[in-house]
């Protein structure tokens, strides 16, 4: 069925260059603080990088991107808001500490809107931080955004997250979805395998490893975390490294 929001939203986004999913089907292994860690640094290189948590029942984005001012809109729909020189969107911003339950239609209606109300500026990464599954978050950005998404796969080293994350490689390979690689989360934690070992088993280059850093807990935002880890920022450096030879920049 034709959905004007959508055409609006295509247009919308022709400004941006690049996006690029971090995702992982399995939850708690580090996408969040990842993909905003890697925007961070994008930023810090010298590209427009608008960072978006589409995680809408566990928004993390007011932590790790606080932003201080109201949202404001403008002819064009509402201005994303900037934290770190990076531009940011959550519904976290705007439901603070409340629970969100949101289902079927509602929950794509939501993400279309979510998306045709904002007004992107001209962008070179547009960086989606998934929540766990496979469900309609990332159904619905492959639909809309084809040609221009990559997906970095997020994963620990675990038997158990290795296997969730298999199914989702699986279904990035069926679907075509172009794939920069992986990147292991946590990785001095699980021992099983070497990273050479997790991507042969995924059949994915390996975009890089993060170590365990217990003190990253005790920074709240991505700048702090970024900041005051040096071994974070070395490792996170590494992989936007990474993935920017993959695109060719
Ligand atoms: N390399 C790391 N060292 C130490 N702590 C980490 C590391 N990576 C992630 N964490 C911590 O693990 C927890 C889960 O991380 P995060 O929220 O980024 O995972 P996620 O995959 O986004 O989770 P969800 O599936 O719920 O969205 C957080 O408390 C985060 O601070
Ligand atoms: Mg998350």
Excluded: W
Aim: aromatic content about 10%.
């Amino acid at each position: 069925m034709f959905d004007p929001r959508l055409s609006l939203l295509e247009k919308k986004l022709e400004n941006t260059e690049n996006i690029i999913l971090f995702g992982s089907g399995k939850g708690g292994v580090g996408k969040s603080v990842i993909s905003s860690a890697a925007s961070y640094i994008l930023s810090e290189t010298g590209y427009n990088v608008a960072y978006i948590d589409l995680d809408f029942y566990g928004p993390s984005s007011q932590n790790l991107f606080p932003v201080g001012a109201q949202f404001k809109g403008g002819r064009g729909g509402i201005e994303l808001p900037v934290s770190n020189n990076v531009r940011v969107m959550s519904i976290g911003y705007m439901l603070g500490d409340k629970p969100f339950p949101i289902t079927g239609k509602e929950k794509i209606d939501l993400l279309i809107d979510l998306f045709s109300i904002l007004n992107f500026p001209i962008l070179d990464f547009m960086v989606i931080d998934l929540p766990p599954g496979m469900g309609d978050e990332l159904t619905f950005t492959q639909r809309l955004f084809r040609d221009k998404i990559s997906m970095a796969v997020v994963t620990t080293g675990s038997e158990l997250s290795l296997n969730v994350v298999s199914r989702l490689v699986k279904y990035l390979r069926v679907e075509n979805i172009h794939t920069l690689g992986v990147i292991i989360n946590m990785a001095n934690l699980f021992g099983e395998y070497s990273p050479i070992q997790i991507g042969q088993k995924l059949q994915l280059e390996v975009l890089g490893t993060v170590s365990y850093y217990p003190e990253l807990e005790q920074f709240k935002t991505v700048k702090e975390k970024i900041e005051n880890v040096p071994g974070f920022r070395k490792q996170l450096e590494g992989i936007v490294d990474g993935i920017l030879d993959k695109l060719n920049l």
